[in-house]
Nanobody
Framework: QVQLAQSGGGLVQPGGSLRLSCAAS????????MHWYRQAPGKQRDLVAS???????NYADSVKGRFTISRDNAENMLYLQMNSLKPEDTAVYYC??????????????WGQGSQVTVSS
């Protein structure tokens, strides 16, 4: 059984920083691509950033230069460092791990979500 647990998030003033973490627990799996999504009230869930197992990254235009995605393959951890936060970054942030168990195709596992609120 694989489970994801998120930590971080909270309330921060505009221009501030926050760090999100996401950890996978369980055994006998390999994590391929990892992603961060966010969903603002009344809006769809959007992709924020992605990172491959090899470390290649992609970012949504709205966060380029401000957010940094990183991972620790040995610990099955995913991070999102968010700097220069803006009110429009307010949303619930979700991690997504695409992982393999044995010879199965990739399976999507979602974190429980972390509220990020940027407000003065």
């Amino acid at each position: 059984q694989v489970q994801l647990a998120q930590s971080g998030g909270g309330l921060v003033q505009p221009g501030g920083s926050l760090r999100l973490s996401c950890a996978a627990s369980g055994s006998l799996f390999i994590v391929d691509d990892m992603h961060w999504y966010r969903q603002a009230p009344g809006k769809q869930r959007d992709l924020v950033a992605s990172i491959t197992r090899g470390g290649s990254t992609n970012y949504a235009d709205s966060v380029k230069g401000r957010f940094t995605i990183s991972r620790d393959n040995a610990e099955n951890m995913l991070y999102l460092q968010m700097n220069s936060l803006k009110p429009e970054d307010t949303a619930v942030y979700y991690c997504l791990f695409q992982l393999r168990i044995g010879f199965s195709p990739d399976i999507d596992y979602w974190g429980q979500g972390s509220q990020v609120t940027v407000s003065s």
